[in-house]
C-alpha cells in the first residue's frame, strides 16, 4: 500500500481540482458546453506530472520506468473515479435538468441515457490519463544511450 500513497493522495488532489473547476463552470452555466472539458486535460496532467515527480524524487535511485507508469495511472485512475462518481452525483441529485440541457445542446436527434454519459466521462478520463503518463514517462525514464550516462 505504501507505494500507493503518493499517488492516491495526488489522485485526490487532482480530483478535487477537476471538480472545483466543473462548478466554476456552472456558476456561469458554462458546464454544459463540452469544449470546457478539454482543460480538464491539463488539470489531470498537472497532476500526473507532479505524482511521478514526486514519486521519482521519493524512490530515488530505485525509480524505474514501470513504478513511474505505475504512480501516473494510478494517480489519474483515482481523479477519474472520484470525479465520475461527482459527475453522477452531479447530473442525478444536485441539478437535475443538467443531463437535459447536455442533451438538447449536443445530443438533438439522439435519445442518451444517464449511464452512456457517466461511461463517456469515465472512458474521457482513462484514456487522457494513460496518454499523458506515456507522454510524462518519456521525460522522466532513464536513458539507455551510454553518452548520456557518462555526461559526455
Known amino acids: 500500500m505504501k507505494l500507493f500513497s503518493l499517488p492516491i493522495r495526488f489522485g485526490i488532489a487532482t480530483s478535487g481540482s477537476l471538480i ?6 456552472s456558476l456561469f452555466n458554462l458546464h454544459i458546453n ?5 482543460f480538464n486535460a491539463v488539470i489531470t496532467g498537472f497532476g500526473i506530472y507532479e505524482a511521478i515527480k514526486y514519486f521519482k524524487l521519493q524512490k530515488g535511485v530505485s525509480f524505474n520506468y514501470g513504478k513511474g507508469f505505475t504512480a501516473g495511472i494510478v494517480t489519474g485512475f ?7 462518481i461527482f459527475f453522477a452525483f452531479y447530473a442525478t441529485e444536485i441539478n437535475l435538468g443538467f ?54
Open 78 to 84: 483515482v481523479a477519474t473515479i472520484i470525479f465520475t
Open 20 to 25: 472545483a473547476y466543473f462548478l466554476i463552470l
Open 99 to 152: 443531463l437535459d440541457q447536455l442533451s438538447r445542446v449536443w445530443f438533438k436527434d439522439y435519445n442518451t441515457s444517464e449511464g452512456i454519459v457517466f461511461f463517456t466521462v469515465a472512458i474521457m478520463g482513462f484514456a487522457t490519463t494513460l496518454v499523458l503518463t506515456l507522454s510524462f514517462m518519456q521525460l522522466f525514464k532513464g536513458s539507455n544511450n551510454p553518452k548520456r550516462k557518462t555526461g559526455a
Open 34 to 38: 463540452v469544449f470546457y472539458s478539454l
